[in-house]
C-alpha cells in the first residue's frame, strides 16, 4: 500500500464541504468502499510515467544580471541553451529570448512570481524544441508580469520593467522583458505569450513588432497558461521578416498531437513569401468602434493609426470604415473568461481534467503547493483576478462563463462577417501610450491594480475569436511609439504579414 487512504474524518469533511450530507451509517459503509477504491491508485502509482523525450542540447544556467547591467529590468535570468546537432539552421546565429513561461529543461522557470522560486522544468516546451532543432541559441529568460496578470510590466516579483524608449515609463505587460530584449538589442529574437494583448501591447508601447498568431497554428505545449481557450504564444522581433522567419519555423501541430489547443489539422502557409506581396489590392476595414474609448483613447494614438490607414491606402489597399457594434463587448465577455478561466487553471495545478493535452505532474503538485502555502504572494493584481474568480464560481456557480464562451462565438461571427469581405481588421493596439512608471503598491493600491488593464479595449476580444493579430509600430511618431493593429481570417496569418509589411517597408 503506497497510497495514504483517507481516515473517516477525512471522508465526514469532504462530505460537508462538497454538499452529500452523509448520515454516520452512511459513512462507515463508504468508508470501506472508499479504501477499496484506493487499490487502484496504489497500481497506478506503480506504473512508470511515460517520459517526454528530452532534446539533446548543451544546458548552461546563468545567473540574474546586476541591477547596473539590467536598467530596464527585463532580464529572469541568463542561460546558454543549443542544439548538440541542430535539424536545420533557419536560425543559426540567432539568439533568443523567452519569457518566463516557457518550459525549458534545467533552466529554471517562476513566471516571475515569488510562488515559483524553486521551480526547475525536466522538459521542453515544444517551441523551445523546434526552436533549437532550427539551430537557435536561447540564451535569456525574460521577464512578466506575475503570471502574466497586467498588461503594464509592473507586477514582476522581479520588480517593474522600464520602458526601452523612456525609462520614465513602463514597456507594457505581460511580455515586458520580450519587448525589452527585442529593443535593446539583448536578443535577435524573443517569444511571449499572449492572453489578452500580451505580445502586442508591449510591442505597442515599447516600438517593436508582435504576433499573436491565430489560435492554434503555434503548439503551446509546455507553457503556463491562463485558459486553453485564449492562449497564444507568438513572436516579438525588430521586423516583420524576422517574425515571419520565427513563425516559419513554430507553426504547426504538435508532433505528439498532445496540445488540446490545436485543431486536428494544421497546415502553416509561406510566410516568408508573403512578404513579397505588398499592400496593392489589400482590402481593409478600419473599426470605427476600436477608436475613441471613453477614459483611456488619446488623441494621439487615434490620429496616428489614422494615418496608418491612410498611408496603406496609398500603397494600393482598399480602405474603408466598417463598424463592428459587438467590438465593445469584447472585454466584458474576456474578463469573464480569463478571471474565471485564469482561477481555475491556477488552482488546479496549472492543468485542467478533461482534455488530452499533456499533463506535467511534477509541475501541477508544485504550484498546488505553492498556492497552499505562498498564496499571499500573488502579485495584488492577481490577487484581484482570483477573489473574483473564486466568487464568481461560488456564487453563480460558473454560468457567467458559460455565457462569456457562447458569447465569444457570437463576437467570433461579426468579425468573420467583416473579413468575409475584407482581408484585415485594423485598430489601434492600445488606446493610449505607455503608462507612466506607476506608484508602488504600497504608495497607492488602487491605481496599482486599476491601470493593470486598462489598455486591452482592442486586443482582448481578439483573443477571444483566435484571429492573427500583429502590432506594428506608426511610422512618423516621435517619442513614445503608437501600435497599429492588424488582423485577419483565421489562420491566415499570412496576409496579416503581408500587410504588415508592407506597411513598415514600402
Given at each position: 500500500m503506497t497510497i495514504r487512504r483517507p481516515s473517516r474524518?477525512?471522508?465526514?469533511?469532504?462530505?460537508?464541504?462538497?454538499?452529500?450530507?452523509?448520515?454516520?451509517a452512511e459513512l462507515e459503509t463508504y468508508y470501506d468502499v472508499v479504501?477499496?477504491?484506493?487499490?487502484?491508485?496504489?497500481?497506478?502509482?506503480?506504473?512508470?510515467?511515460?517520459?517526454?523525450?528530452?532534446?539533446?542540447?548543451?544546458?548552461?544556467?546563468?545567473?540574474?544580471?546586476?541591477?547596473?547591467?539590467?536598467?530596464?529590468?527585463?532580464?529572469?535570468?541568463?542561460?546558454?541553451?543549443?542544439?548538440?546537432?541542430?535539424?536545420?539552421?533557419?536560425?543559426?546565429?540567432?539568439?533568443?529570448?523567452?519569457?518566463?513561461?516557457?518550459?525549458?529543461?534545467?533552466?529554471?522557470?517562476?513566471?516571475?512570481?515569488?510562488?515559483?522560486w524553486d521551480y526547475t522544468p525536466d522538459g521542453d516546451a515544444t517551441v523551445v524544441m523546434r526552436l533549437l532543432d532550427a539551430g537557435g541559441h536561447i540564451t535569456h529568460i525574460l521577464s512578466t508580469d506575475d503570471f502574466g496578470f497586467a498588461g503594464t510590466g509592473h507586477t514582476s516579483g522581479y520588480g517593474p520593467a522600464k520602458?526601452?524608449?523612456?525609462?520614465?515609463?513602463?514597456?507594457?505587460?505581460s511580455s515586458s522583458g520580450s519587448a525589452i530584449g527585442i529593443s535593446e538589442g539583448l536578443v535577435d529574437l524573443a517569444l511571449g505569450?499572449?492572453?489578452?494583448?500580451?505580445?502586442?501591447?508591449?510591442?505597442?508601447?515599447?516600438?517593436?513588432?508582435?504576433?499573436?498568431?491565430?489560435?492554434?497554428l503555434i503548439p503551446y505545449t509546455g507553457i503556463v497558461g491562463f485558459d486553453l481557450s485564449i492562449d497564444h504564444i507568438g513572436p516579438m522581433t525588430k521586423t516583420v521578416a524576422d517574425t515571419a522567419l520565427m513563425l516559419s519555423v513554430l507553426a504547426g501541430e504538435d508532433d505528439t498531437c498532445i496540445d488540446p489547443r490545436q485543431p486536428s489539422t494544421v497546415e502553416p502557409q509561406d510566410y516568408m513569401a508573403a512578404l513579397e506581396g505588398g499592400a496593392k489590392g489589400l482590402r481593409v476595414a478600419v473599426v470605427e468602434e476600436s477608436f475613441g474609448h471613453e477614459g483611456v483613447s488619446t488623441r494621439e494614438v487615434d490620429s496616428a493609426v489614422r494615418e496608418a490607414a491612410d498611408r496603406l491606402k496609398s500603397l494600393?489597399?482598399?480602405?474603408?470604415?466598417?463598424?463592428?457594434?459587438?467590438?465593445?463587448?469584447?472585454?466584458?465577455?474576456w474578463n469573464a473568461v480569463a478571471i474565471e478561466g485564469a482561477t481555475n487553471n491556477l488552482y488546479n495545478g496549472g492543468h485542467v481534467y478533461q482534455t488530452k493535452g499533456l499533463y506535467n505532474p511534477r509541475f501541477m503538485t508544485h504550484l498546488a503547493r505553492a498556492v497552499q502555502t505562498?498564496?499571499?504572494d500573488f502579485s495584488p493584481t492577481a490577487k484581484m483576478g482570483i477573489l473574483v474568480g473564486h466568487y464568481m464560481r461560488e456564487q453563480y456557480q460558473g454560468a457567467f462563463y458559460a455565457r462569456a464562451q457562447n458569447m465569444a462565438?457570437?463576437?467570433?461571427?461579426?468579425y468573420d462577417k467583416v473579413l468575409a469581405t475584407h482581408d484585415l481588421m485594423l485598430m489601434p493596439t492600445t488606446p493610449q501610450q505607455a503608462h507612466a512608471l506607476l506608484p508602488s503598491v504600497e504608495e497607492d493600491r488602487m491605481t496599482y491594480v486599476a491601470n493593470a488593464l486598462n489598455m486591452v479595449h482592442n486586443t482582448a476580444p481578439i483573443n477571444l475569436t483566435g484571429h492573427p493579430s500583429i502590432s506594428v509600430p506608426c511610422r512618423g511618431v516621435s517619442g513614445l511609439p503608437v501600435g497599429l493593429m492588424l488582423t485577419g481570417r483565421w489562420m491566415d496569418d499570412a496576409t496579416v504579414l503581408r500587410a504588415a509589411n508592407a506597411y513598415m517597408t514600402e
Amino acid at each position: 500500500m503506497t497510497i495514504r487512504r483517507p481516515s473517516r474524518e477525512n471522508l465526514k469533511d469532504i462530505s460537508e464541504r462538497h454538499h452529500l450530507h452523509l448520515t454516520e451509517a452512511e459513512l462507515e459503509t463508504y468508508y470501506d468502499v472508499v479504501c477499496g477504491v484506493m487499490d487502484s491508485y496504489d497500481v497506478l502509482d506503480q506504473i512508470p510515467d511515460p517520459v517526454r523525450p528530452l532534446y539533446d542540447a548543451h544546458r548552461q544556467v546563468g545567473a540574474r544580471p546586476e541591477p547596473e547591467d539590467d536598467p530596464l529590468n527585463g532580464i529572469v535570468r541568463l542561460c546558454s541553451v543549443k542544439a548538440v546537432n541542430a535539424g536545420g539552421s533557419a536560425l543559426a546565429g540567432k539568439s533568443i529570448g523567452l519569457k518566463d513561461t516557457i518550459s525549458i529543461a534545467g533552466i529554471p522557470m517562476t513566471c516571475a512570481s515569488r510562488l515559483l522560486w524553486d521551480y526547475t522544468p525536466d522538459g521542453d516546451a515544444t517551441v523551445v524544441m523546434r526552436l533549437l532543432d532550427a539551430g537557435g541559441h536561447i540564451t535569456h529568460i525574460l521577464s512578466t508580469d506575475d503570471f502574466g496578470f497586467a498588461g503594464t510590466g509592473h507586477t514582476s516579483g522581479y520588480g517593474p520593467a522600464k520602458n526601452p524608449i523612456n525609462p520614465n515609463h513602463h514597456p507594457g505587460g505581460s511580455s515586458s522583458g520580450s519587448a525589452i530584449g527585442i529593443s535593446e538589442g539583448l536578443v535577435d529574437l524573443a517569444l511571449g505569450g499572449d492572453q489578452g494583448g500580451s505580445v502586442r501591447i508591449p510591442a505597442a508601447w515599447s516600438g517593436i513588432v508582435g504576433l499573436k498568431p491565430s489560435h492554434g497554428l503555434i503548439p503551446y505545449t509546455g507553457i503556463v497558461g491562463f485558459d486553453l481557450s485564449i492562449d497564444h504564444i507568438g513572436p516579438m522581433t525588430k521586423t516583420v521578416a524576422d517574425t515571419a522567419l520565427m513563425l516559419s519555423v513554430l507553426a504547426g501541430e504538435d508532433d505528439t498531437c498532445i496540445d488540446p489547443r490545436q485543431p486536428s489539422t494544421v497546415e502553416p502557409q509561406d510566410y516568408m513569401a508573403a512578404l513579397e506581396g505588398g499592400a496593392k489590392g489589400l482590402r481593409v476595414a478600419v473599426v470605427e468602434e476600436s477608436f475613441g474609448h471613453e477614459g483611456v483613447s488619446t488623441r494621439e494614438v487615434d490620429s496616428a493609426v489614422r494615418e496608418a490607414a491612410d498611408r496603406l491606402k496609398s500603397l494600393g489597399a482598399e480602405v474603408e470604415s466598417v463598424s463592428i457594434p459587438y467590438h465593445r463587448r469584447g472585454v466584458p465577455i474576456w474578463n469573464a473568461v480569463a478571471i474565471e478561466g485564469a482561477t481555475n487553471n491556477l488552482y488546479n495545478g496549472g492543468h485542467v481534467y478533461q482534455t488530452k493535452g499533456l499533463y506535467n505532474p511534477r509541475f501541477m503538485t508544485h504550484l498546488a503547493r505553492a498556492v497552499q502555502t505562498n498564496g499571499g504572494d500573488f502579485s495584488p493584481t492577481a490577487k484581484m483576478g482570483i477573489l473574483v474568480g473564486h466568487y464568481m464560481r461560488e456564487q453563480y456557480q460558473g454560468a457567467f462563463y458559460a455565457r462569456a464562451q457562447n458569447m465569444a462565438r457570437v463576437l467570433t461571427s461579426e468579425y468573420d462577417k467583416v473579413l468575409a469581405t475584407h482581408d484585415l481588421m485594423l485598430m489601434p493596439t492600445t488606446p493610449q501610450q505607455a503608462h507612466a512608471l506607476l506608484p508602488s503598491v504600497e504608495e497607492d493600491r488602487m491605481t496599482y491594480v486599476a491601470n493593470a488593464l486598462n489598455m486591452v479595449h482592442n486586443t482582448a476580444p481578439i483573443n477571444l475569436t483566435g484571429h492573427p493579430s500583429i502590432s506594428v509600430p506608426c511610422r512618423g511618431v516621435s517619442g513614445l511609439p503608437v501600435g497599429l493593429m492588424l488582423t485577419g481570417r483565421w489562420m491566415d496569418d499570412a496576409t496579416v504579414l503581408r500587410a504588415a509589411n508592407a506597411y513598415m517597408t514600402e
